[in-house]
């Protein structure tokens, strides 16, 4: 079945930097667009950043555009999220999530995607 297991979130310091990273299985990888969305604490699940298939075009949420880069490697099933200046209302648990099969165009909304990890906590001190 298909897996998506997130690693890379800890606690850091505002200003800081993480990447996160998101390894799949049980798909070929290459064929789905994928996204990478949080959770605050009593807050709904928001769109972070978005890639389609070759990595070409992304997307990404108003709040972290410039600070936020997402990445993809076919080659290892994973898709990255570079964070860097961190503030403390970034802190969230971080969800990757992928679209349906074949489907080349970035997501930005949670019900265009259907597989989702656990997520990892992120949590900024300030």
Known sequence: QVQLVESGGELVQAGGSLRLSCTASG?????????????APGKGRDFVAGINLSGQNT????????RFTISRDNAK?????????????????????ARSRYIDEVGTRREQYVYWGQGTQVTVAS
Do not use: H, I
Not at 27 to 39: E, P, V
């Open 27 to 39: 798909l070929t990888f290459s064929n789905y667009a994928m996204g990478w969305f949080r959770q």
């Open 59 to 66: 997307a990404y949420a108003d709040s972290v555009k410039g």
């Open 77 to 97: 099933n994973t898709v990255y999220l570079q964070m860097n200046s961190l503030k403390a209302e970034d802190t969230a648990v971080y969800s990757c999530a």
